[in-house]
Every structure is written in C-alpha cells, then in structure tokens.
C-alpha cells in the first residue's frame, strides 16, 4: 500500500540535539545520579510525568531535586534541562517543506513544556518563523495529549484523531524504542540511527 501520511519526530530529525549536554550540565550542578533518571532511551517515573503534562515545571523543579539529591535554582535546572536543544538545520527545513508537497505530514514529540518554549524561541530566532509545528498538519506533543512514546496508545490516538490508516502511514524516529512502539500499532516505520539524517531518505 502506498504512503500517504508521514508522522515525524523532531528531536534528532529535524531539532539537534545532544543528550550529554544535559547530562554534564546536571553533573555540574552536582545531581550526580541524574544518568540514571534520563537518557535518550530510557525516562524515569519523573520526566514521564513532565513529559506528559502531568506534573507542572515549578514542581518537577521541587521532585527533581529530591530525586538527585543537590540544591540549584529553577532557572539553572531549566537551563541545565534545556542544553541538549541545539539547532534547526537550514537543509532539513528545506528538505521538510519539499516533503509536504507530496505527502500528508504530522509532527509527533515527547517534549514538555519548558522545551517546547526553549525550542521555538530558538525556531524563531533561527528562521523569523513562529512556530516549527506550522510546517505540519497538526502537532502532537507529549505533554499535550497526556500520552509518550513508545506507549502503543499515543501511535493509535493521532491515527484515531486524523483518520489515518496505518499501512499508508510512516513513522519516522530517531530512537529505537519508539519504532518498537509504532510498529505495534501498525505503522510503517524509518528508524533513524545517528548520524543518518532525514537528507539520505529517499520518499
């Protein structure tokens, strides 16, 4: 069956990011077991409910000083939290505004609300755009719907949401578990390993 609808990620896709970044900061800041909280594959019960809208930033700033036991302000975690976000490749935005020519395309992203506000400040610097998710038609965030990848539920909300059918529709990520997660709600999938970029995709 032929593609129809792409549903992207944006972190690792089209955003930059580097995840030791975030974890240097914290290191620095003295949360010392803060690799055993987050990385790229894996999130603690904590940034599950950051990342789901389901605890606000001013009390995930109070759980997570608990959790790493260290003592910094809001605006230095903010900070440190928010240093894996690096930039929007100008190509890939090219790339991206090609792609919504010929297919239906979706932004689907584990965020939370103090990045999604960091990111589009740096979207709009970079580029004089508002927001990154006009590219799309429609953008589904984490903390916005209450549901995370790789959970199958998050996948079968937006086909549910857009009526989109599964087998006319790619996922494109840039970790493995969520392609896992995808897979079992049907999709066509495109795992991204680093380095590739969405650049050497042929669709």
């Known amino acids: 069956m032929q593609i129809k ?11 930059t990011i580097d995840y ?10 003295r949360a010392h077991n803060f690799p055993e909280l987050y990385t790229q594959q894996h999130a603690s019960q904590l940034f599950e ?20 036991n260290f003592h910094a302000t809001d605006e230095e975690i903010a ?16 790339w991206l505004d090609e792609i919504r020519q010929r297919y239906n395309i979706y932004l689907f992203s584990n965020t939370n609300e103090i990045h999604y506000s960091r990111f ?25 719907i ?6 199958v539920e998050s996948y079968l909300k937006i086909l549910r949401e857009e009526n989109l059918h599964p087998a006319e529709t790619l ?13 079992k709600a049907g999709l066509q999938t495109v795992y991204l390993k680093h380095p590739m970029t969405v650049l050497e995709l042929d669709l």
């Open 120 to 144: 589009n400040e740096k979207f709009y610097k970079e580029t004089g755009i508002e927001k990154f998710e006009d590219y799309f038609i429609k953008a589904f965030y984490s903390h916005k």
């Open 49 to 68: 409910l950051l990342e789901t809208g389901n605890i606000s930033p001013a009390n995930f700033f109070i759980a997570l000083r608990k959790a790493a």
């Open 146 to 151: 209450h549901l995370r990848k790789p959970h």
């Open 171 to 183: 996922f494109i990520d840039d970790t493995y578990p969520n392609i896992e997660g995808a897979k």
């Open 5 to 15: 609808n792409i549903i992207f990620d944006l972190g690792g896709v089209f955003l």
């Open 20 to 29: 030791k970044k975030t974890e240097h900061a914290f290191l620095d800041l």
């Open 79 to 94: 900070n440190a939290w928010s240093a894996m976000l690096g930039s929007f490749p100008n190509e890939r935005l090219k």
